[in-house]
């Protein structure tokens, strides 16, 4: 596992089409129990380097309800993006993931995380990439399904940028029937096994 950390860390595969250059963020460990897995980091995080290091990831941890220390700790929490690296901006928001990243790197890593109990799919590129949601389905319909995909240890989420505020006021049932089994799950997932 370090070993592929740190190769993935060092990757340059799509540097030339980076704007503000490679810098692969990611958190993992092979006895990592959840599995969050979103777009790409956002400059705040490409600057600092820790993923959801920003008022989303403010936001993702009071969904889940886990304070920051069991949020960084990689033994118990595994942040994994579809894109490791900042892709850039255009027209007021992030540009997609780069599609080089998650076809080179998730074959490797995912299979490493095998103590994982619960993956966060957050977003419609990570929903696309791991629940096989065809593009162009809308993000609404896929996590108003949340509970077909709970069985196979999956819930697909809205991003928590407050940008998507609006799209939480709207979806009333996502606070009330969906953050309460969100929370059950996380809590449930960080168990350490005896």
């Not at 030339?16 to 990611?26: I, M």
């Amino acid at each position: 596992m370090e070993r592929l950390l740190r190769e993935i860390r060092a990757c340059q595969i799509c540097a030339a089409h980076l704007p503000h250059g490679p810098r692969p963020v990611l958190q993992a460990s092979a006895t990592a129990r959840l599995l969050i897995v979103s777009q790409a980091p956002g400059r705040k995080v490409h600057l600092s380097g820790v993923p959801f290091d920003d008022v989303s990831g403010d936001r993702l941890r009071e969904w889940v309800q886990i304070d920051r220390d069991t949020f960084y700790d990689a033994s118990r929490v595994a942040v994994v993006s579809m894109g490791f690296c900042f892709p850039g901006s255009a027209h007021g928001g992030d540009l997609p993931p780069r599609p080089e990243c998650a076809p080179t790197w998730h074959p490797r890593l995912l299979p490493l995380l095998s103590q994982v109990q619960l993956t966060l799919v957050i977003g419609q590129y990570a929903q696309m990439g791991m629940l096989g949601v065809p593009r162009g389905t809308r993000l609404t319909d896929t996590v108003q399904r949340w509970r077909d995909y709970l069985p196979s240890g999956r819930l697909p989420l809205p991003h928590p940028s407050p940008r998507n505020r609006p799209w939480v006021m709207h979806n009333l049932w996502f606070e009330a029937e969906l953050l309460p089994v969100l929370r059950q799950r996380v809590a449930a997932a960080l168990v350490a096994p005896r």
